[in-house]
């Protein structure tokens, strides 16, 4: 899908959250409509939320270290290209709140094997790291797509386990 195929937010977009002012927990309600597809576009750090085609909220994402290509092997810093769905959630993470990407599909682990690899895995949408304060530089996780603190808070009420997840170069 190239960028063209995307429906520009507006000034009335509206980042769908809880009524009123958010609550003291990073656990915000949503009943907005169904987020029904994540998209990543890798190349202008960008994840859209959508209900069918219609954009519910953009965001702005940091990526793997190694921000280039496919994750093809554990450690090499590589956030994961093509369609996966989201398929846990980490209320407790070190990273805020973090939502499970189903990285690696079988295609995955086989091309890791055929060359003696292991694939890696733990690929997740989060926060921002607890323990490390605020992001030293750019596209700092290690595969992951991050968003500030606040935001997954949003996100992570927003989409539900088996949402479809499509990572674009």
């Known amino acids: 899908m190239k960028r063209r195929d995307f429906i520009p937010l507006t000034a009335s977009a509206v980042l769908l959250s809880a009524c009123g002012a958010p609550p003291a927990s990073k656990f915000k309600a949503y009943d907005g409509l169904q987020i029904t597809r994540v998209i990543v576009e890798k190349s202008t750090r960008s994840m859209w939320l959508m209900h069918e085609a ?3 909220a953009k965001y702005d994402v940091e990526l793997g ?3 280039r290509g ?3 092997i554990e450690g090499d810093g590589r956030t994961p290209e093509g369609s996966y769905f989201i398929n846990r959630r980490n209320p407790n993470s070190a990273f ?3 939502l499970g990407i189903s990285y690696p599909n079988a295609k995955d682990i086989a091309k890791a094997k055929a060359i003696g690899k292991s ?3 733990a690929i997740f949408i989060h926060g921002g790291p607890v ?3 605020d992001r030293n530089k750019p596209d700092w996780t290690a595969g992951c797509i991050s968003v500030t603190n606040e935001e997954i808070e949003t996100i992570y009420a ?3 386990n088996g ?3 499509d990572i674009l170069t």
């Open 158 to 160: 927003m989409v539900k």
């Open 131 to 133: 323990l490390r304060g």
């Open 70 to 72: 496919h994750k093809k």
């Open 119 to 121: 694939p890696g895995g």
């Open 96 to 98: 805020h709140l973090s």
């Open 163 to 165: 949402t479809q997840i």
């Open 65 to 67: 270290f190694t921000p």
């Open 54 to 56: 219609k954009v519910i």
